[in-house]
């Protein structure tokens, strides 16, 4: 982290199990970044790649060493119900999820991180990106209310003022 000039701001929380909700995710940038800043923190992240990403011979063990969980997004099955499961088995685990899915614009972020904090009964860690200060902040430990429509609002709006790498592809959707 010294030597990229990016600072952690915030406290990460002693939880053994949490949803890392990460945002704004603009850049490949992003996922470089919130992995050297959580691992300079002395954690380990999980996160969801393309199940081919992981089934790649040249890669595939690299990605699996850093925490790679494969989806196959052909698949009918419940994404949801299947890490909700991990998480219930798992004595620690930390996965980390962009909730716009995407580097585009995508102000109907996906609800995954959501459900699954929900139905692992664990809480969402809400962790800005901000590339014009060059900060990786720890916002907020967040506890799912069950009221999506508002809680999801709420996740929102504590990403107001973050700067994405290319800000003209970080939109809220908040009116």
Known sequence: MRLSSWKIEGVLPKDKKLVICVAPHTSNWD?????I????????TSFLIKKEW?????VGWW?????????ARDKRTSLTDKLAEQFKKAKELHLAITPEGTRK???????????????????????????????????ELF??????????KYIKEKYLGINAKYPELFDLGLA
Do not use: C, Q
């Open 54 to 58: 992981v089934d790649n011979i040249l």
């Open 105 to 139: 614009a995508n102000p109907d972020w996906k609800m995954g991180f959501y459900h699954i904090a929900r139905k692992a009964n664990i809480p969402i860690l809400l962790v800005g990106l901000d590339f014009k200060e060059k900060k990786a902040i720890i916002l």
């Open 37 to 44: 800043a959580y691992g300079s923190l002395g954690k380990k």
């Open 63 to 71: 990605l699996k060493l850093h925490g790679a969980i494969g989806v």
């Open 143 to 152: 506890r799912p209310t069950g009221d999506e429509e508002r809680d999801i």
């Open 31 to 35: 996922f470089f970044i919130g992995k």
